[in-house]
T-cell receptor, first 113, second 111 residues
Framework: GAGVSQSPSNKVTEKGKDVELRCDPISGHTALYWYRQSLGQGLEFLIYFQGNSAPDKSGLPSDRFSAERTGGSVSTLTIQRTQQEDSAVYLC???????????FGSGTQLSVL | GQNIDQPTEMTATEGAIVQINCTYQTSGFNGLFWYQQHAGEAPTFLSYNVLDGLEEKGRFSSFLSRSKGYSYLLLKELQMKDSASYLCAVRDPGGSYIPTFGRGTSLIVHP
C-alpha cells in the first residue's frame, strides 16, 4: 500500500477483555516497530521486528502483551486481560531497513473502560 | 541507558523563527531524527542527522553536535499550520538501532 495502515482506528473495550491491533506496513519494508503514546507522553517503544530475526521484545510492559509478524508483513499486537492503564494510542511504523527513517501509521486509539 | 530531553511547550508568532532544542545521553549514537506530529495524526519525518552540522530543508533546518549530545530544529517563517508537536529521537546501535523518542515539544504558533 501507499503507507502504513492500522486497524481499527478506535477501539473501546471493557477491562479484562482481550484486544488485537493490526498493522500493515509498507510493502518491502523489513523493519516493523510498535510504540504506544499516552496523553502528554512521548512514544514508548514496545516491540521491533527485523526481517526473519527474532523480535526485540524488550519494551513490552508485561506478559499480557504479545505481537507477531506473519510472512514478514502484517503484524498483530495482542493485549490480554486489558487494564485501564493500557489506554493509549498504539502506533505502528515500518522502515525499509533498520537504518532508514520510520514511516508511521495513524495509530489505534485504545480506550479501556 | 538513554535519556532525551526537550522543552515541553513553546509559543511563537506567525512569521517568526523558533528553535527547538534536544539534548541526549545515550550509550551509543547512530543518528538523530526529528518528526512532526499534528494532534490526532501520525508522526511525519522531518530530518535525520548523522554527522555534525546543519542540514537545511526549506523552512526547516536541523543541527547536530555529537560531542555535546545536542540537536536543534529551526523553523523559519512560521505558519499557523506549524502548530504541532515536534519529536526528537535518537538511534542507538547498542539498542538494536531502535529509535528512542523524547516526550516531544508542543509548538503553538499564534497570529
Amino acid at each position: 500500500g501507499a503507507g502504513v495502515s492500522q486497524s481499527p482506528s478506535n477501539k473501546v473495550t471493557e477491562k479484562g477483555k482481550d484486544v488485537e491491533l493490526r498493522c500493515d506496513p509498507i510493502s518491502g519494508h523489513t523493519a516493523l516497530y510498535w510504540y504506544r503514546q499516552s496523553l502528554g507522553q512521548g512514544l514508548e517503544f514496545l516491540i521491533y521486528f527485523q526481517g526473519n530475526s527474532a523480535p526485540d521484545k524488550s519494551g513490552l510492559p508485561s506478559d499480557r502483551f504479545s505481537a507477531e509478524r506473519t510472512g514478514g508483513s502484517v503484524s498483530t499486537l495482542t493485549i490480554q486481560r486489558t487494564q485501564q492503564e493500557d489506554s493509549a494510542v498504539y502506533l505502528c511504523a515500518s522502515s525499509l531497513t533498520q537504518n532508514e527513517k520510520l514511516f508511521f501509521g495513524s495509530g489505534t486509539q485504545l480506550s479501556v473502560l | 541507558g538513554q535519556n532525551i530531553d526537550q522543552p515541553t511547550e513553546m509559543t511563537a508568532t506567525e512569521g517568526a523563527i523558533v528553535q527547538i532544542n534536544c539534548t541526549y545521553q545515550t550509550s551509543g549514537f547512530n543518528g538523530l531524527f526529528w518528526y512532526q506530529q499534528h494532534a490526532g495524526e501520525a508522526p511525519t519525518f522531518l530530518s535525520y542527522n548523522v554527522l555534525d552540522g546543519l542540514e537545511e530543508k526549506g523552512r526547516f533546518s536541523s543541527f547536530l553536535s555529537r560531542s555535546k549530545g545536542y540537536s536543534y530544529l529551526l523553523l523559519k517563517e512560521l505558519q499557523m499550520k506549524d502548530s504541532a508537536s515536534y519529536l526528537c529521537a535518537v538511534r542507538d546501535p547498542g539498542g538494536s538501532y531502535i529509535p528512542t523518542f523524547g516526550r516531544g515539544t508542543s509548538l503553538i504558533v499564534h497570529p
